[in-house]
């Protein structure tokens, strides 16, 4: 369930100091026992390409014997698009976790640690101009993806846009189906883009545990074709394919062994190529 609550005077009233770089919750909205979303206000001055990342976090617990606290940092791919007036972020708790033990249970009215420097390859401009983009993800490496396909970038480079999602539960895909479910109704992307953008979308989503319409992980349903006779497309070239991946590290592997046997070239930032991987956390 969604919660919203207005940020007003009463709420933004803390008894400790504001936090370095401080910035509000807004809305909050679980989905499983591992995984969450919150929105946050966003700093003015802040400017970035949609897919990149940035530094958020909390104070870590006070040192048991100065009573200093140090902050605890951690990447976090922003999840809406550049355009947007807050920030979304999606994330995984971890109950032992230094960070995110303590960000799962933030409220709004609540601040957090964001440090206004983007970053990230997981961008357009590195890489070159194709007919498809393919954006692979596991678990929470949907969130860059989730920026992605809410901009309007991303449909004026590309003729088709293909998403595949693994996650090991069905309730792990739900942040993405609703969100993919929602453009279809968002009047403001359907007039800035054009009416019915998301027709070019095509989502595959996988689990890997738990019985769903598609078991598998996403390498395997490749490497036997089976994801490209599903998705009525061919595998992917050089001529025509880029792709991002995001995903946990044996992911990120299999699948850039898997490009390199396609043809397809990594590309970064400063030498734009056919595709591209964040390396900077994994999930």
Known sequence: MTEQTPVNETTAVKATPTLPDAQTVTEIEHYTDRLFRFRCTRPASLRFRSGEFVMIGLMGDPHPETGKQKPLLRAYSIASPSWDEELEFYSIKVQDGPLTSKLQHIQPGDEIILRPKPVGTLVHDAL?????????ATGTGFA??????????????????????TCREVGELTYGRDLIESLKHDELLNEVIGEGFWKKIKYYPTTT???????????????????????????????SDRAMICGNLAFNLELKEMFEEYGLEEGANSKPAHYVVEKAFLD
């Not at 860059?144 to 003729?159: G, I, M, N, V, W």
């Not at 992980?217 to 061919?234: P, Q, Y």
């Open 128 to 136: 070159l101009p194709g007919k498809r983009i393919w954006f692979f």
């Open 209 to 239: 545990r738990e019985e769903s319409p598609k078991m598998g992980r996403i390498t395997d349903l490749m490497k036997s074709g089976e994801a490209f006779k599903d998705l009525d497309v061919e595998p992917l070239n050089p001529e």
């Open 144 to 165: 860059p993806f989730a920026s992605l396909l809410r901009e309007p970038q991303t449909y004026e480079d590309y003729d088709e846009v293909i998403i595949t999602h």
